[in-house]
């Protein structure tokens, strides 16, 4: 299967550069998997296309202002490191721009001192890993100095952080937003409580490796980056009583969708469990969880544009996508959202 198989023409214009003054006046594309038809609504609408009984899956993770600018030591050349998961209590594994300042044993400091840092080893891979060192609670400090690492995609500047989080945000760690769930409101939850729907959580931190392009030609030779999950007992309990009685779980994002394929058994049940995952999803694949699926418009050629036709039907998306770009969607992670319903 080629890469090139999943390309589709998308005018910059339609990259969404901020997020709605409203989460949930977003446009919804209403996909049929089955029929391949296509309906228009708005996320509001979403309590429409739900029944009681169904579980929506929600990925509780929260973003860290993981983007920190400083200076070396020695010559207070500038740097900037990107972090992107945690190894140990004060030790990360980073980006940093530019590399070459970045060598082992290289020193930097963060807000006049407030943050210093220590390279101690440089992966295969490129990356860093560095040690941290601070008086205090290193979350605060991060808060203090940390600017929000906005996708490449997005030139302007983010006025208020919370619009990158969803509203159920929880757990620390993610890189990037799991932007699927950016359309809920509080009210929007509350209102599909109360019709009968039930909603479970689990966290999967998003790394920046999301936004890494396919480099290969053929599909199957890319290699997956790898991202932390985990999922309680009480919320796989949930998730299985709905499997048991033939009930829908409505996956919300392809982060929750990629924790769930991953935890599951042959027959979509789940269990408490948590570790690294690089299950990489495209057609040709079997879900045995996940029934239905949230999600927003992804880059041409991604990962997340093959995990979404893996679901749908190559055919179905790529003329849904090309649908949303006639009819001017806005695209990506502040973009307009798509229920591939059954």
């Keep these: 299967m080629k890469v090139e198989d999943f390309y589709f023409d998308l005018p910059e214009e339609l990259i969404a550069q901020h997020p709605l003054e409203k989460r949930d006046s977003s446009r ?5 998997k089955k029929t391949g038809e296509i309906n228009h609504q708005h996320f509001g609408d979403l309590p429409d296309f739900l029944k009681k009984g169904d579980v929506l899956v929600l990925n509780d993770t929260r973003v860290i202002p993981a983007r ?33 300042r970045a060598r082992k044993g290289a020193k930097f400091i963060f807000g006049e001192g407030l943050l210093t840092a220590e390279v101690v080893d440089v992966l295969e891979n490129g990356n860093r890993i560095v040690k941290f060192s601070y008086d205090g609670v290193f979350e605060e400090i991060l ?22 989080q969803t509203v159920y ?3 620390e760690g993610s890189a990037a937003a799991p932007t699927a769930g950016l359309h809920f409101t509080k009210e929007l939850l509350d209102k599909l409580q109360s019709m009968g729907v039930q909603t479970a959580f689990l966290t999967l931190h998003v790394g920046l490796g999301t936004f890494r392009p396919v480099k290969v030609e053929s599909v199957e030779n ?9 999922l309680d ?17 409505i996956s919300v994002g392809t982060t929750s969708t990629r924790t769930l394929e991953t935890i599951a058994d042959e027959k979509g049940f789940v269990r408490e469990a948590s570790g ?47 649908t949303a770009v006639k009819e001017k969607y806005r695209f990506f992670s502040f973009g307009d959202s798509m229920l591939i319903k059954e």
């Design 222 to 230: 890319h290699d997956m980056h790898e991202e932390f999950y985990s």
């Design 276 to 322: 690294y995952t690089k299950i990489f999803i495209y057609p040709g694949y079997r879900f045995k969880c996940v029934d239905c699926l949230i999600t927003n418009f992804h880059l041409p050629e991604s990962t997340l544009i093959m995990l979404v036709s893996a679901l749908a039907g190559q055919e179905n998306v790529m003329r849904a996508y090309r």
């Design 233 to 249: 007992a009480k919320n796989a309990e949930i998730i299985n009583n709905a499997k048991n009685e033939g009930r829908r779980i």
């Design 143 to 164: 808060d203090r100095l940390g600017e929000m690492p906005l996708p490449p995609y997005i030139k302007e500047k983010l006025e208020d952080r919370e619009r990158y």
């Design 28 to 32: 919804l594309l209403v996909l049929d």
């Design 68 to 100: 920190l600018l400083g200076v070396k030591e020695d010559t207070e050349g500038k740097i900037e490191f990107l972090l992107l998961n945690r190894k140990m209590l004060d030790t990360y594994e980073c980006l940093a721009k530019p590399g070459k």
């Design 169 to 171: 945000s929880r757990e």
